[in-house]
C-alpha cells in the first residue's frame, strides 16, 4: 500500500488503478451499509477517486492513512447524500402520503437485521460495519471517523447491545403472531 501511496503522489494512473482493484470492493461495501443504494454507493466511492485526484500530492503519511482517507472521504459523501435525501423527503412530505414514503425492508429473514441497523445512528453502523464487517481495528475506525478508540469501543458495545435488543424484540413479535 505504501508503494501505492507514491504513485498515487506522483498521480501515476497505474497506481490509481491498481489502488481502485484494491479498496473498491471494500469501499463499496461501506457505502452500501450506509446508503442501501448500490449505484448511490458507486457513485460515492467514484466520488472520493475524483477528490483524491486533486488531494493525492498533500496526502500525507503511509499507505494505512490513505486508506483512512478514502473510508473518511466514502462517509463524507454518504452523509451528504443521506443529508439530500432528507431534505428532498420533506419536501416531498405533504404532497406523498407517509406510507408510500416509507422505505425499509418487510420482516422476516435478512430483512430482520437490515430493519434493525436501520435503528442505528449512522455512527453506530460505521463502526459495526468497519470492525465487524471490514475487519479494521479500533485504531483504524477510530482514525477513519476521526474519534478515538475508547469511543469506537463504547460506540460499538452500545450499537451491538441495540442490535441485540432490536433481534429479539423481532424474534418475540415473530413467535407471538
Known amino acids: 500500500m505504501d508503494a501505492l501511496l507514491e504513485g498515487v ?5 497505474d497506481a490509481f ?25 458507486e457513485d460515492a466511492v467514484q466520488q472520493a477517486f475524483l477528490e483524491l485526484v486533486k488531494a493525492a500530492p498533500t496526502i500525507k503519511g503511509d499507505g494505512r492513512s490513505l486508506q483512512s482517507w478514502l473510508y473518511r472521504s466514502v462517509r463524507f459523501r454518504c452523509l451528504d447524500e443521506l443529508r439530500r435525501r432528507e ?6 412530505h405533504g404532497q406523498v402520503p407517509d406510507d408510500l ?3 425499509g425492508p418487510s420482516p422476516g429473514g435478512e430483512g430482520d437485521l ?5 435503528q442505528l445512528t449512522h455512527q453506530q453502523r460505521s463502526v459495526l460495519f468497519l470492525r465487524h464487517v471490514m475487519g479494521m481495528s479500533g485504531h483504524e475506525v477510530a482514525t477513519i471517523l476521526e474519534t478515538n478508540r475508547a469511543a469506537v ?7 451491538e447491545r441495540k442490535l441485540r435488543q432490536l433481534l429479539s ?3 418475540a413479535a415473530g413467535r407471538a403472531v
Do not use: C, I, K, W
Not at 153 to 159: D, I
Open 169 to 171: 424484540d423481532e424474534s
Open 114 to 118: 437490515a430493519a434493525a441497523m436501520s
Open 17 to 41: 488503478r491498481d489502488l481502485y482493484e484494491l479498496v473498491a470492493d471494500g469501499l463499496n461495501s461501506f457505502a452500501y451499509s450506509f446508503l442501501h443504494d448500490q449505484a448511490a454507493g
Open 9 to 13: 503522489r506522483r498521480l501515476a494512473p
Open 87 to 92: 431534505r428532498r423527503r420533506e419536501n416531498l
Open 101 to 103: 414514503l416509507a422505505s
Open 153 to 159: 469501543f463504547a460506540t460499538a458495545a452500545r450499537a
